[in-house]
């Protein structure tokens, strides 16, 4: 896997308060990694320093081995942050083609549209006149207009309703299967848990957590293991289990809290329940950002 993006011990104080601390890791070619973290963690700092929009106070962060500000480093990328600023007096469709006007391999305007779900209103429209959501769309566009290697993005999918976030995960799949980069923050975990191939989980200016989102998942001290069965079927036997933490039943549906999986599946088995349509539950991604957040550092 090609190396598009490192960082090495990277540190940024303000006022003799570190926001971000000695944060290493790298991110290859194609990857599609989730930045999470509760407020105040480091996130938007960190993609601030990777953008080149602030410097490190120490440490070292290379894209595509060069430095972030280079211009054939720029070239290579597109992002889209919170904050959606246009310029007015211009027409959608006359930013676009201003913008795309600065990168060596634009992609085709048939395409930007395609991709992003803009209009043919939205391309007649004044930047000072757009909604909310069409401003969304113009952001995402602008993101993508110079077809770029890496697309950074810090909190997409904020004031987009339910159609317009199925359309932009939508996009950010297909564009990682052309090989894409995508690197992102959410509030959203669900939309993590779904769209990323990794998660950086960050705290306290640090990171906690690197993974998929199933490893991450699986740090949960408390997992559990559901099925079906009989609901005149007797489960106490199952309590004589010391492996076995809680049992309840949901929804037509036993879970069996535990925190070894394994050991329940063969004594459910063993003790000839009859159950069936067994699945292993290994948590929420909510539960693990609030287990991996809370907990300290040598917890850890």
């Given at each position: ?63 595509f081995n060069h430095q972030p500000h280079e211009k054939r ?168 289990h010391s492996e076995i933490d809680d049992i309840y039943r ?51």
């Amino acid at each position: 896997m090609n190396e598009i993006l490192r960082l090495t011990k990277v540190t940024k104080s303000f006022q003799h308060k570190k926001a971000v601390n000695e944060v290493s890791f790298t991110i290859g070619k194609g990857e599609v990694v989730a930045i999470l973290g509760p407020n105040g963690a480091g996130k938007t700092t960190t993609i601030s320093i990777i953008l080149g929009l602030l410097k490190p106070s120490a440490g070292e962060v290379t894209l595509f081995n060069h430095q972030p500000h280079e211009k054939r480093v720029r070239e290579k990328i597109g992002t889209m942050l919170q904050e959606v600023s246009v310029m007015p007096g211009l027409k959608v469709r006359e930013i676009l083609e201003l913008i795309r006007s600065y990168y060596p391999m634009p992609l085709a305007m048939e395409e930007l549209i395609k991709l992003t779900g803009l209009t043919e209103q939205d391309l007649k429209t004044r930047a000072e006149k757009l909604s909310g959501g069409q401003k969304r769309r113009l952001s995402f566009a602008l993101a993508l207009a110079g077809n770029p290697e890496l697309i950074i993005f810090d909190e997409p999918t904020v004031g987009m309703d339910i159609t317009a976030r199925n359309r932009f995960w939508q996009t950010v799949r297909m564009l990682a299967a052309q090989g894409k980069t995508v690197i992102f923050s959410t509030h959203y975990l669900q939309e993590a848990d779904d769209a990323a191939d990794r998660i950086l989980l960050f705290k306290d200016g640090s990171i906690v957590a690197d993974g998929t989102p199933e490893q991450i998942k699986a740090r949960i001290t408390k997992q559990s293991v559901s099925f079906m069965v009989n609901p005149e079927m007797s489960l106490v036997a199952l309590y004589q289990h010391s492996e076995i933490d809680d049992i309840y039943r949901k929804n037509n549906r036993v879970y069996v809290q535990t925190t070894n999986t394994d050991k329940v599946l063969e004594l459910i088995f063993q003790e000839k329940l009859g159950a069936y349509d067994i699945k292993i539950e290994r948590g929420k991604l909510e539960e693990a950002f609030e287990q991996l957040t809370s907990e300290t550092k040598e917890a850890i």
